[in-house]
């Protein structure tokens, strides 16, 4: 499978949530980016998460777990596959950012519509 390269000009959508691993847990601050192939927003391509407490384990775990879905993405992984992939929780929730973030992304951010594969739909 070869990568598919992202225009050099492409539109984005970011995003902020919140994520505790589990009850009581601390609760961390992330943002993310998506970078789109498309002007419909429909195929993501990119992903940048970060954290709010920057250099900490936290952010280089969440930003380099970015980076590792990003190429996924540009090899052509769908979305909905890589979310189902992350561990979980009993009660099916994401168990990391990671997933949390796949999770925001499949719903649909605020101004682009879900991003799933063709197999789902």
């Known amino acids: 499978m070869n990568r598919e390269p992202l225009p050099e000009r492409r539109p984005s959508e970011t995003a902020s949530f919140t994520f505790a691993t589990a009850p009581g847990a601390p609760v961390f601050a992330y943002t993310m980016t998506i ?20 250099g900490t384990d936290v952010e280089v775990n969440a930003r380099d777990g970015a980076i590792a879905i990003s190429i996924a993405l540009q090899h052509g992984v769908p979305v909905d596959v890589l979310a189902h992939a992350m561990t979980r929780n009993g009660d099916g929730s ?9 999770e925001l992304l499949m719903k649909g951010l605020p101004a682009c519509p879900a991003a799933k594969s063709e197999a789902a739909e």
């Open 35 to 54: 970078g789109f192939y498309d002007e419909d927003m429909t195929r993501p391509g990119e992903v940048f998460l970060s954290a709010a407490k920057s």
């Open 94 to 102: 994401a168990s990391g950012p990671l997933g949390a973030a796949l």
